[in-house]
């Protein structure tokens, strides 16, 4: 076999580009955002493939690949494979996905073993053969090593933003990050654009998209969503929101934005050109359905690694746990009952009984 080293020394080979999508801020919908980018790129005829590259491993959980995949970024990481053989495909045409690992959070250091700094991740993704169009990576919050090596290894970022209070402040927080991974690690690191998610028909909602407006006019993806109560559902169901409602809004505005990736921020297209990835998605959605279903009416949850079971036990355990607390509480409302009915009785035949034991009645 090849060494990693012997790769690199081969002809160059067109490379993908690589998008991260990155907030400083937790709970911004990157996970959302990853994964239905993701998807529209390839409805739209391209080759993808996602990064989970947050330890939560939520990315990973959308596209029933636990049992399927035999490796992962924690093998890639720790040079045990080529990214070719550690991407295993979905069942979406053109969508491939190397599976996340709670295991990143004790790996965070792994980066620098593979040429220095954080630019371990870049090398790793350096493809010999197949390079796909697009790779997608899914990325942490907060500034540690996997992110840092996520932006060093990206030619492009996608900033998601949630509305409300903090979300300017999030955001230039993050700019100031990718700043620093431009000015150090990574030069070529450019803005695809910032994302508004989210966006309610209130106050808030409003002042925050003039905000950003106000503020970054030429970073802005000129799509942007409202908010959709079936993404909320999508994502409690562990399913990509195009999958779980594709004729939804939210499908046909992913759709939109990853036209804007390709041909350009500020791009529109026309529906006629959206058309055949729509129709690709439904398609999608039927052939699928089933498959998330009987994932839904299972009880049985994904394990940590790629072709593990350790959420059964955890599971187990929980069902264990619940079932004592509800033990407890049965006992708890038993001793309540007896000790009012003690009382009234008390209350009632007391008095009577403690007279004639005293005398004092007849």
């Known amino acids: 076999m090849t060494s990693h080293e012997d790769v690199f020394d ?3 080979t067109r490379q993908p580009t690589i998008l991260s999508v990155y907030n400083q801020k937790g709970g911004v919908g990157k996970t959302t955002t990853s994964v239905n980018l993701a998807l529209a790129l390839a409805a739209l005829g391209k080759s993808v ?37 550690a991407i295993t495909p979905t069942a979406f045409d053109g969508l491939s996905m190397i599976v ?79 700043e620093h991974i431009q000015n150090g690690l990574n030069p070529s690191l450019t803005l695809a ?56 809004r939210t499908t046909s505005r992913f759709a939109a934005l990853a036209w804007e990736i390709v041909h350009g921020r500020g791009t529109t297209p026309d529906d006629a050109q959206l058309k055949p990835a729509l129709e690709r998605i439904r398609g999608w959605h039927e052939a699928t359905d089933t498959s998330y279903s009987a994932r839904r009416a299972s009880s049985i949850d994904e394990g940590d690694e790629p072709g593990g079971s350790a959420g059964n036990g955890g599971r187990q355990a929980e069902r264990a746990q619940s079932a004592g607390r509800g033990g407890m509480g049965l006992a708890f409302v038993g001793l309540v009952v007896g000790l009012v009915a003690g009382f009234v009785l008390g209350a009632v035949a007391g008095q009577p009984i403690l007279g004639r034991l005293l005398g004092l009645g007849g």
Do not use: W
């Open 193 to 248: 654009g910032i994302l508004m998610l989210s966006i309610t028909n209130d106050e808030v909602g409003r002042e925050s998209l003039t905000q950003l407006r106000n503020e970054f006019p030429e970073q802005m993806f000129r799509t942007a969503f409202p908010y959709d109560v079936d993404v909320v559902k999508a994502t409690y169901r562990r399913m990509p929101a195009a999958i779980f409602t594709p004729e939804g």
């Open 49 to 85: 493939v996602l990064i989970d590259f947050d330890p939560q491993s939520s990315a990973t959980s959308n596209f029933l690949l636990r049992d399927k995949a035999k490796v992962g970024i924690n093998d890639l990481l720790r040079k045990e494979t080529f990214v070719e053989d």
């Open 100 to 178: 996340g690992a709670r295991k990143l959070y004790s790996l965070e250091h792994a980066l620098d073993s593979r040429g220095g700094s954080q630019r371990g991740l870049r090398k790793a993704l350096h493809f010999s053969r197949n390079p796909p169009d697009y790779v997608v990576i899914d990325c942490p919050p907060a500034l540690g090593h996997l992110a840092a090596g996520a932006l060093a290894a990206s030619d492009r970022l996608i900033v998601p933003v949630f509305p409300g209070r903090y979300a300017l402040d999030g955001l230039r927080r993050t700019l100031q990050v990718v």
């Open 10 to 12: 081969t002809p160059e």
